[in-house]
Structures are given as C-alpha cells and as structure tokens.
Nanobody, 114 residues
Framework: QVQFVESGGGLVQPGGSLRLSCATS????????MDWYRQAPGKQRELVASITNGGITNYVDSVKGRFTISRDNAKNTVYLQMNSLKPEDTAVYYC????????WGQGTQVTVSV
C-alpha cells in the first residue's frame, strides 16, 4: 500500500503563499484520484482538492482561485500551491488517494497568522 509523506507547511502571514508536497512510497501513475485534505482544530477532516491521473481538478469552494493542485507521476509526487492564504486555512494538511482509502501520513501543519 502506498504511503504518503507531506511537507512544506509552516507559519505564514495572511496573503502569503506556501507550496505543499506529498511524496509517495510507490507509483501513483495508476492512482485515479490524488487528494489533499485538511483538518483544523476541533473540525472534521475535509477534502480540499483532488486531481485525476488525466489532470482534471476539483476544489472545495473556499479555496477556488487560490489553491492549485498538481501531480508529477514520474516523481510520484503531488503538490498543493496555496496563494492568498487566510487564517481560516490554518490546519494540518494531508494527502491521500481516491477519497481517502490509503494510509494516512503525519500531515504538515499550515498556520496563517499575523
């Protein structure tokens, strides 16, 4: 089973940008959907963005126009470019496959604060 290692989080001011990376232990070429999720304190984990192996993307309304998901099948890596960050984007971010059926990694903390 593919394992996921998220990185790239940190502390950023509102309006700033971060690029998250998700490295996988195996090939993602045949994985249809690669997803980014987030979980804020006291809230349920939510799907933020997904990308098919054909490059079709979907986003939750709250991040449309600000976040961009991409995947590099040759490098077995998925990215989440986050721009115009808001305090409400503060959460631990995770990647997973096909609606969350894979093993969950440790995630990467994103904190948006002055």
């Amino acid at each position: 089973q593919v394992q996921f290692v998220e990185s790239g989080g940190g502390l950023v001011q509102p309006g700033g940008s971060l690029r998250l990376s998700c490295a996988t232990s195996g090939s993602i070429l045949l994985i249809y959907n690669m997803d980014w999720y987030r979980q804020a304190p006291g809230k349920q984990r939510e799907l933020v963005a997904s990308i098919t192996n054909g490059g079709i993307t979907n986003y939750v309304d709250s991040v449309k126009g600000r976040f961009t998901i991409s995947r590099d099948n040759a490098k077995n890596t998925v990215y989440l470019q986050m721009n115009s960050l808001k305090p409400e984007d503060t959460a631990v971010y995770y990647c997973n496959e096909n609606g969350g059926i894979g093993l969950w990694g440790q995630g990467t903390q994103v904190t948006v604060s002055v």
